[in-house]
Antibody, heavy 120, light 106 residues
Framework: EVQLLESGGGLVQPGGSLRLSCAAS????????MSWVRQAPGKGLEWVSA????????YYADFVKGRFTVSRDNSKNTLYLQMNSLRAEDTAVYYC?????????????WGQGTLVTVSS | SYELTQPPSVSVSPGQTASITCSGD??????ACWYQQKPGQSPVLVLY???KRPSGIPERFSGSNSGNTATLTISGTQAMDEADYYC?????????FGGGTKLTVL
């Protein structure tokens, strides 16, 4: 059974940093690209970042470029999102998502999400 | 940046057909997928590659994508289908979601 368990969310002040983790199990982690998707309270889904199975390719939404860094440790089956220079508008539930290997890489599994609150 | 536009809300009577649209520039040249999200839950993939259903998704969910518009169609809509629906596509290796449509079954 595929499981994705996010952790690391919490309350942080504007300008601060936070690192999210996503522990994966139930599939060959290194064989799949992974994404981070966020959802602000009461708002829609917003794609944040993605990383290839090897970790060699990374992709970011414009609004996080230069502030967030996605990475993975395939030996630990863990995905990370390092978030720096956080802003109030980064407040959201952050989901870890497993992409499929087919064209357009739809997400077939989602974590339960971890809440990040940026506030003074 | 690429944008996908959905109607904020759609209403349908039980047993009727609901259609939710997703518009984007030359969206028909890309693959669209659709996610269903119920309150307090993580999203669930209901259609991928425009019109394919993942295992476990009822046949009443179907889709199309042509020109600038992708459409999710739910035939014989049931109360359990009441949820938020999001379309999603990729543009230059960047993921894009539509703003979401709240489907009300009443």
């Amino acid at each position: 059974e595929v499981q994705l368990l996010e952790s690391g969310g919490g309350l942080v002040q504007p300008g601060g940093s936070l690192r999210l983790s996503c522990a994966a199990s139930g599939f060959t982690f290194s064989s799949y690209a992974m994404s981070w998707v966020r959802q602000a309270p009461g708002k829609g889904l917003e794609w944040v970042s993605a990383i290839s199975g090897s970790g060699g390719s990374t992709y970011y939404a414009d609004f996080v470029k230069g502030r967030f860094t996605v990475s993975r440790d395939n030996s630990k089956n863990t995905l990370y999102l390092q978030m720096n220079s956080l802003r109030a508008e980064d407040t959201a539930v952050y989901y870890c998502a497993k992409e499929t290997n087919i064209a357009a890489r739809p997400v077939d599994y989602w974590g339960q999400g971890t809440l990040v609150t940026v506030s003074s | 940046s690429y944008e996908l536009t959905q109607p904020p809300s759609v209403s349908v009577s039980p047993g009727q057909t609901a259609s939710i649209t997703c518009s984007g520039d030359k969206l028909g040249d890309k693959y669209a997928c659709w996610y269903q999200q119920k309150p307090g839950q993580s999203p669930v993939l209901v259609l991928y590659q425009d019109n394919k259903r993942p295992s476990g998704i009822p046949e009443r969910f179907s889709g199309s994508n042509s020109g600038n518009t992708a459409t999710l169609t739910i035939s014989g809509t049931q109360a359990m289908d009441e949820a938020d629906y999001y379309c999603q596509a990729w543009d230059s290796s960047t993921g894009v979601f539509g703003g979401g449509t709240k489907l009300t079954v009443l």
